[in-house]
């Protein structure tokens, strides 16, 4: 199944075209860390850790500090894939990830992507 294979992939690998995606759009490292934080309670040295560690997307998920509580306000399609009606937890947080990443690159505003309940 692919999502078996992002999976394993490692964070390491995938870190480098999030910047790429954000930068292409005139965004910074630190817009991006920002929201991987926000998701996954990592601070800036942490991400850089698990980054040495060459951790797996699953093991960087499993990892995370805390996955913040309000990540189910997260909505939208990645990947011709609706975020909110994913049944795989591990598949749905990675796409979770995905869907900050492509709102920092589209410029939204960093109060609305961080999600405060309404």
């Known amino acids: 199944m692919a999502t078996d ?7 390491s690998s995938i870190y480098p075209m999030y910047i790429q995606k954000v ?5 910074t490292i630190a817009e991006l860390n920002q929201v991987i934080s ?6 800036d040295a942490a991400i850089q850790k698990q980054i040495d560690n060459n951790v797996t997307m ?4 499993n990892q995370a500090p805390h996955i913040n509580d ?10 011709g894939i609706r975020v909110e009606d994913m049944e795989d ?3 749905q ?6 869907k900050l990443v492509d709102e920092v690159a589209k410029g939204k505003k960093m109060e609305n992507i961080l999600r405060k309940p309404k």
């Not at 930068?23 to 965004?27: D, F, G, L, V």
């Not at 309000?70 to 990947?79: D, E, M, P, S, Y």
């Open 89 to 91: 937890p591990l598949a």
């Open 58 to 61: 699953e093991e960087f998920f």
């Open 70 to 79: 309000n990540a189910n306000l997260i909505t939208g399609v990645i990947c």
């Open 23 to 27: 930068e292409k759009k005139n965004h």
């Open 93 to 98: 947080k990675i796409r979770y990830l995905d």
């Open 38 to 43: 926000w998701l996954t309670g990592y601070d």
């Open 5 to 11: 294979r992002i999976f394993k992939m490692t964070f």
